[in-house]
């Protein structure tokens, strides 16, 4: 049977992270794969990730299952986080959560939830878009399209066309919005956008699926949840698949959430059962190291304290970075404009080169860059920033 397969490509990104391995240089830079990178470009564990794990492990008391929905007290901390303390929709019993393996389980059970409530609902995805939105909403058998977003000309958001093309799309379908940090492009709607977005979502009755993966990673952890906790208060019914992955660094313990919310309290519980079944049929049970470990830190005055002092930091780092990387580059790259950098939110931005350019940073500079031109701007550091932005000169000249 296993004659019948062809050989898939592998990945661009993780083709690029083996390259990086075995590239001898030693000022070889990695500028692709999206996680946190420090000053001395390591991703470390967080300072409060460590000190709830050695309360977990003097504490752990069971292996046990923890049951379909995951650990409740971290589904409930997740929410609060999500949507801040007293939302409405919390305080109307009208928001249920499932913990899930990573950002990327929850949006598998996102998708797998919309396919039960509507077989033939397309998904609309940005263009341009995380990668993997596409290929997980199409293993679900559900149909995606794109809605424009990014424009690459003016390096900002093309939003009247965007307007334009949700208010064709109808009840039914459900439309992806990035909550922060939109990856690949870094460009986020703002308050007035947000509104507009949510008055069309009301008009033509789609639903909005909301991926928050980067929550604190741009302006704060309340800005950045600002545009979900809007259209959470102002529409009926909103799925949010969240990540624990880059805010507290877990990326390998593959913690996320899926929260559904529904129009009152009795239809919430409805969603619920089919959310849980949901996940009985994909993987049962989620895994309960990462969950611990949030709600934990969630838990302790102390230890929350010292969770956003760390995020801050790495917030801003990259916010440093955005800056600085902006003005080395306008200043050694005569005629280019690159100040939508620091106007952009997260780890991502696309530097707007072409392939050759990419090609030529890749094969005589060590600078690996996914073909799109979007950099990790967390990957540049004070000891490479002016080998980098020097190379970006001499390949655009
Ligand atoms: N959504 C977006 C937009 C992402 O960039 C990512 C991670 N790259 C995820 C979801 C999923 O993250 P994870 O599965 O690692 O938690």
């Known amino acids: 049977m296993f004659s019948q397969l062809k050989p898939l490509p592998t990945d661009p990104i993780l083709g690029l992270m083996a390259a990086f391995k075995a590239d001898t240089n030693a000022n070889k830079i990695d500028l692709g794969v999206g996680v946190y990178k420090d000053e001395q470009g390591n991703t470390p564990v967080l300072k409060a990730v460590k000190k709830a794990e050695e309360f977990r492990l003097a504490n752990e008391t069971s292996k046990s299952y923890i049951g379909l929905a995951g650990n409740l007290d971290y589904c409930q901390k997740m929410e609060e986080l999500l949507l801040g303390n007293a939302h409405p929709a919390l305080l109307a019993n009208r928001v249920r959560t499932a913990q899930t393996p990573g950002g990327t389980g929850s949006l598998r059970v996102a998708a797998e939830f919309i396919k039960r409530c509507n077989d033939n609902a397309t998904v609309w995805v940005t263009t341009p878009t995380w990668a993997n939105h596409i290929s997980l909403f199409e293993a679900a058998g559900l149909t995606v399209k794109e809605y424009p977003y990014y424009d690459y000309e003016k390096k900002g958001l093309l939003f009247d066309e965007m307007v334009n093309a949700l208010s064709q799309i109808p009840a039914g379908d459900v439309v992806l919005l990035?909550?922060?940090?939109?990856?690949?492009?870094?460009?986020?709607?703002?308050?007035?956008?947000?509104?507009?977005?949510?008055?069309?979502?009301?008009?033509?009755?789609?639903?909005?699926?909301?991926?928050?993966?980067?929550?604190?990673?741009?302006?704060?952890?309340?800005?950045?949840?600002?545009?979900?906790?809007?259209?959470?208060?102002?529409?009926?019914?909103?799925?949010?698949?969240?990540?624990?992955?880059?805010?507290?660094?877990?990326?390998?313990?593959?913690?996320?959430?899926?929260?559904?919310?529904?129009?009152?309290?009795?239809?919430?519980?409805?969603?619920?059962?089919?959310?849980?079944?949901?996940?009985?049929?994909?993987?049962?049970?989620?895994?309960?190291?990462?969950?611990?470990?949030?709600?934990?830190?969630?838990?302790?005055?102390?230890?929350?304290?010292?969770?956003?002092?760390?995020?801050?930091?790495?917030?801003?780092?990259?916010?440093?970075?955005?800056?600085?990387?902006?003005?080395?580059?306008?200043?050694?790259?005569?005629?280019?404009?690159?100040?939508?950098?620091?106007?952009?939110?997260?780890?991502?931005?696309?530097?707007?080169?072409?392939?050759?350019?990419?090609?030529?940073?890749?094969?005589?500079?060590?600078?690996?860059?996914?073909?799109?031109?979007?950099?990790?701007?967390?990957?540049?550091?004070?000891?490479?920033?002016?080998?980098?932005?020097?190379?970006?000169?001499?390949?655009?000249?």
């Not at 996320?256 to 309290?265: E, H, L, T, V």
């Not at 409805?270 to 994909?282: A, E, G, K, M, P």
């Not at 350019?357 to 490479?384: D, F, T």
């Open 178 to 397: 990035h909550a922060c940090c939109h990856n690949p492009s870094g460009m986020d709607l703002n308050a007035e956008q947000w509104q507009t977005v949510t008055d069309i979502a009301k008009a033509q009755g789609f639903t909005v699926l909301i991926d928050i993966a980067y929550q604190g990673f741009g302006t704060s952890l309340d800005e950045d949840a600002a545009g979900l906790r809007l259209l959470a208060s102002q529409v009926e019914e909103l799925i949010i698949c969240s990540s624990c992955s880059k805010n507290f660094g877990l990326y390998r313990d593959r913690i996320g959430a899926c929260s559904i919310i529904s129009k009152d309290a009795s239809a919430a519980d409805v969603s619920n059962s089919v959310l849980l079944s949901v996940v009985r049929s994909i993987y049962s049970m989620p895994p309960a190291h990462g969950a611990d470990i949030v709600s934990t830190i969630l838990s302790s005055s102390e230890l929350t304290t010292m969770w956003h002092d760390e995020l801050d930091e790495m917030r801003s780092r990259i916010n440093e970075f955005r800056s600085l990387l902006k003005e080395k580059l306008n200043d050694k790259c005569h005629g280019m404009d690159f100040s939508f950098i620091e106007r952009q939110h997260g780890m991502f931005s696309f530097l707007g080169i072409n392939k050759e350019q990419i090609e030529r940073l890749q094969k005589e500079y060590s600078i690996y860059i996914v073909g799109s031109s979007r950099v990790n701007v967390a990957g540049i550091s004070h000891a490479n920033i002016d080998y980098f932005a020097d190379a970006v000169a001499e390949v655009t000249k």
